[in-house]
């Protein structure tokens, strides 16, 4: 019997989770009684779900608020919530407040539960905790030098989940997302919004701009890879010793170039997509990819079980089948 | 003209390098003009001192206690207090407290100041940052995977450190200070008590005891050198180029055995006070001892000029000439 907490629930992870366990009924063997699924604006619950859903909106950085969420102790939490990498850089005091804060009083209103309360913790980093250099393939022994504020809350909301989990006060486990791509949706504009939009838009029939040269490489997982990252990460339960203390964990994903993207796209939708292409350097952006990790070695995710995309061309096909009209 | 501010100025470390800067009356080439020194209690101000000593006492992690101490515009801010290890992993709460809510408002307070205010910052880290498994020596991009709630704690101090200086808030450069051998006092009752407890007590002809086998090897600098690591640190202005974003530095240091810190006090001072050490095998502190570093390789410390001792035999004279009657 499993009560669930899913914190940043609106999200596009969060929501392309919640689709899955409404499918599934069941998370690491034990059906879903309970969801409670939280946001700073209510979550829409998943459609045809056979489990309980309720839908909170709050701020989770004041106090008292995270209390209120895991009183029921639910068995499992997903804790997704965060301010992006572009607003936690522009509003500092504010990443500060929900992601390092957030997570904090999160962490916290676990541990005053007490009486023997130790939930999976899920939560989802980043590769943001990395900063350049890097060498050829980040090894899980790399250090985490972040050169953002995100990054930065990021690194220091992972050693708090491998401290509080050393500690028995929750069952932690840190799961650092590759990019995802395609994110559906409108383009944004996030500096690492092309990766996206250089499928996403062209399969639509619209233009996209390519603001840096083609020889760019980035890691790279589907939705889809993520949310199974999430389920996988849950479901390691009762494997404790095998993961030891050190309990944030790079996740396996695809080191592209940005060529070896546009070359899936033609293989999966032919050459017209890709001709809607623009190239358009933007100085800027190719300053800040510049500093963004290219490749990983994800050895101990990997061991653990956690698994990839099989190529680029798998996850042009599984934004395909999951958000365009058939 | 200095102005400096020492937080931990009471502790051991803060006491020697207030010896030295009122014996040196300046700092980086400048003279001191103020000294505050804060502590939780009233430090004792240094003997012979040319500048004003100003001498407080309060909880640094209580709101507004921050933002008394930097209202003076301090140009250099040592912060040195921590809680010690034991007593973090003791008292949960009151480690996270002191120290990383305790840094973190003192860096929030030097923020606030505003108007292009931006001092040195000079922050004492440790090498309990670093968990085991180990390398043979530990390189400058290896992990942070602290075992301990205070190596957790460092840890995220340093990582603010860093990234409120990206920011250009302050100008930090945190350092890792080995293990400080021979500490001067009593003997305590830290788990690494018996590293300076074979040295200090045998010079003082009392016994000491050895709860480990002789080859565990371990990473030491003298109080003297520690106190160089500040200096130099602190001097390092205007060359934030050639530091780089990752402000945080594993010092220098010594990795000897025990065996060869016995072989060096029989150099210094004959055969009789080693024949005070008594073996006295203790598997709590050896299983203890066994997660801590031995070894590291601390070249951008080195490259940026930071020196440790020349041997273990001048770490004990060191000793001897500060402590011991002549």
Request: proline share 6%; glycine share 10%.
């Given at each position: 019997?499993?009560?669930?907490?899913?914190?940043g629930?609106?999200?596009?992870?969060?929501?392309?989770?919640?689709?899955?366990?409404?499918?599934?009924?069941?998370?690491?063997?034990?059906?879903?009684t309970?969801?409670?699924?939280?946001?700073?604006?209510a979550?829409r619950?998943?459609?045809?779900?056979?489990?309980?859903?309720?839908?909170?909106?709050?701020?989770?950085?004041?106090?008292?608020?995270a209390?209120?969420?895991?009183?029921?102790?639910?068995?499992?939490?997903?804790?997704?919530a965060?301010?992006?990498?572009?607003?936690?850089e522009?509003?500092?005091?504010?990443?500060y407040?929900?992601n390092?804060?957030?997570?904090?009083?999160?962490?916290?209103?676990?541990r005053?539960?007490g009486?023997?309360?130790?939930?999976?913790?899920?939560?989802t980093?980043?590769?943001?905790v990395?900063?350049a250099?890097?060498p050829?393939?980040?090894?899980?022994?790399?250090?985490s030098?972040?050169?953002?504020?995100?990054?930065?809350?990021?690194?220091?909301?992972?050693?708090?989940?491998?401290?509080?989990t050393?500690?028995?006060?929750?069952?932690?486990?840190?799961?650092?997302?590759?990019?995802?791509?395609?994110?559906?949706?409108?383009?944004?504009?996030?500096?690492?919004?092309?990766?996206s939009?250089?499928?996403?838009?062209?399969?639509?029939?619209?233009?996209?701009v390519?603001?840096?040269?083609?020889d760019?490489?980035?890691?790279?997982?589907?939705?889809?890879?993520?949310v199974?990252?999430?389920?996988?990460a849950?479901?390691?339960?009762?494997?404790?010793e095998?993961?030891?203390?050190?309990?944030?964990?790079?996740?396996?994903?695809?080191?592209?170039?940005v060529?070896?993207q546009?070359?899936?796209?033609?293989?999966?939708?032919?050459?017209?997509?890709?001709?809607l292409?623009?190239?358009?350097?933007?100085?800027?952006?190719?300053?800040?990819?510049?500093?963004?990790?290219?490749?990983?070695?994800?050895?101990?995710?990997?061991?653990?079980?956690f698994?990839?995309?099989?190529?680029?061309?798998?996850?042009?096909?599984?934004?395909?089948?999951?958000?365009?009209?058939?």
């Amino acid at each position: 019997m499993n009560r669930i907490l899913v914190i940043g629930a609106a999200g596009m992870v969060g929501r392309k989770l919640l689709q899955r366990l409404a499918q599934d009924g069941s998370l690491g063997g034990s059906q879903i009684t309970h969801a409670t699924l939280h946001d700073i604006v209510a979550p829409r619950p998943p459609r045809n779900a056979a489990f309980q859903v309720r839908s909170v909106a709050s701020d989770l950085s004041l106090a008292g608020e995270a209390d209120k969420l895991v009183a029921g102790r639910p068995s499992v939490i997903f804790h997704l919530a965060a301010i992006v990498s572009g607003e936690a850089e522009a509003d500092f005091e504010k990443g500060y407040r929900v992601n390092l804060d957030g997570t904090r009083q999160l962490f916290e209103a676990i541990r005053k539960v007490g009486a023997g309360y130790k939930p999976r913790v899920v939560f989802t980093s980043s590769i943001a905790v990395f900063g350049a250099p890097f060498p050829g393939a980040i090894d899980d022994e790399f250090l985490s030098a972040p050169l953002t504020s995100y990054g930065t809350q990021k690194a220091m909301a992972e050693l708090l989940l491998s401290d509080y989990t050393r500690r028995g006060f929750l069952d932690g486990i840190g799961i650092r997302l590759p990019t995802v791509c395609v994110r559906p949706g409108k383009p944004n504009r996030a500096a690492s919004g092309f990766f996206s939009g250089i499928i996403r838009e062209p399969l639509n029939g619209q233009e996209a701009v390519l603001p840096v040269s083609e020889d760019v490489r980035h890691w790279h997982a589907s939705p889809r890879a993520a949310v199974g990252f999430l389920l996988h990460a849950a479901a390691l339960a009762g494997e404790g010793e095998r993961i030891g203390p050190r309990r944030n964990l790079t996740m396996p994903g695809l080191s592209v170039t940005v060529a070896e993207q546009i070359a899936a796209l033609r293989r999966v939708a032919g050459d017209a997509p890709a001709r809607l292409i623009r190239r358009e350097p933007d100085p800027a952006i190719m300053r800040i990819v510049k500093g963004w990790p290219q490749n990983f070695d994800a050895r101990r995710a990997r061991e653990l079980g956690f698994q990839a995309d099989a190529s680029f061309e798998e996850i042009i096909r599984i934004y395909m089948e999951e958000e365009l009209p058939a």
